[in-house]
């Protein structure tokens, strides 16, 4: 089996509200925690959807478009930069499992 | 303000539903809650439902088989090191009368199957315009009157009841906010899997796994699968696909700096899984934090004036190395929930002390007497031998036993002792035996 990027493993995820622009961001991260304190930023490899990423100059950035509501980040992040709820049905991202 | 249901109940999963389904056949009015467009829109599970409670709630459900994959007759545990497997395989045609005692779901179908079960319930009592399943409505909090909970708040809207059950899942942000569980959960309570669900053509899959009609095999994993983090695989026949995973320990996943969709790469191309994956067409990807299912985890008390915590909002879960039960915990919870929830209405008491019952009723049941009973065997589980020297023995015991080369060959002992030597020694095994031995 050819192996999957995580683009295309995400490519195969129903989102919810995927055309609205203006989806309301169900997650909150304070990522002037992250590339201050931190010592781990450990939600840049746990996080199953990476939505956490480094860029060229080792700064952390958080989408929250591809999230799949899988919950990991809130619980690997023990330096309270992340503030966690379900994505409004309306106004929201979120997926939709075609199999779950 | 309409006038107040007799239980409002936040989540449309398997706890939440079979809490319905009790509730619907003794002609309650009650109010179920899902955030997702349908119940299982959002529910991900590795997964198999254990146990013959579904059949409590939906009697004979194996005579219509449009609600679960494959019944489980063939069971395997495979030891791994990074070129071979070492399998304990278990098939019996006594696991093929139903009651089936284990079922493979999908739970995106299975949770809006169930659903259908509980309004068909729900029509066939006096509450057909007033009792509820509605979708796609987030609850944003439980509204609470002088310490005890009387409602719930969704889409801007109250909504009161004399009882509140919680099935919201792992993600247990309402059982938080009032206070059952401390806002911040750590890492060491919780796990995440991932997983693929991999579709194949029927007949493919019939002869790959050997399967026989709707039976189905279950392959849980340990070893090279979790590349040194606490956890394992696993690979469950569906009807028309493979769902192949991982459950991963979160504080180990974080201490270990490993990326949870890497490590399931790394698995599938294990020679031994890449042969059973040949072919397969990946159709979906998913994530989820499970419970570790360590009673540590679970609340002290799953009870307050006018609310119940019921399946995984509680951690109720349980994986003692034999099979990972979420689902059957999930039903069997909303059912004693429920159960609780009538009995208070007989005494018009919703009172903390009332629902006390419920805490009761699980340490009666198989729930909590097993969470406790298997508690060793839980930590045995998170030892690091378990998933590192323990299947690189096996393996390496493995390759020597079944080598045949055309020179004289050595004795058993010889070979396990060599194995041992390179991988740990007697004394570490000595001292996993005994408390293996306490354990199980």
Redesign the interface.
Known sequence: MKRLSISERLGLVSYRNQARTDAKAHIEVDTDICNSTCPHQCTTYVCPAKCYTLDEAGELHFQFEDCIECGTCMYACDQGAVKWSYPDPETGRGVNWNFG | MEEKFDCIIVGGGIAGLSAAMILARADARFLLIE???FC??????GGVLWGSDLNELVPDFGDSPEGFERFINHRRLTFMDDQSAFSLDFKSAHFEQTPYSGVTV????F?AWLAGKVEAQIEQGTHSESSFLAT???VQEVIQESGRVVGIRAGGEDFFADCVILAEG??N?LTRQIGIEPA????D??A?G?K???EFDKSVLEDRFQLNGRSGLTNEFVGFCSDGVEGGGFLYTNEK?LSVGLVLG?KD??EK?????DIL?QF??HPAV?DM??G?K????????VSTGDIDAVPERLYDDGVLIAGEAAHLLLNAGKAIQGMDYAMRSGILAAEAVLAAREVSDFSGAQLSGYQKALENSYVLTDMHNFHDAVKLLHDPMMFGAVPNVLCDFGRQFFTIRSEPGQKSRHMMTAAVKRHSSYWDLIKLGAKAARAL
């Open positions: 955030r997702g467009e299982g829109a959002k529910n991900v599970s999908l739970r995106s179908k949770d796609d409505i987030l792992v993600n942000l911040y959960v750590p890492a309570h919780v995440v991932v693929e669900v991999i696909s979160m996943l974080r700096k490993k990326a949870p969709q790469n599938k191309e890449r994956l040949t397969g990946v159709v979906e990807y998913s994530a989820h934090v």
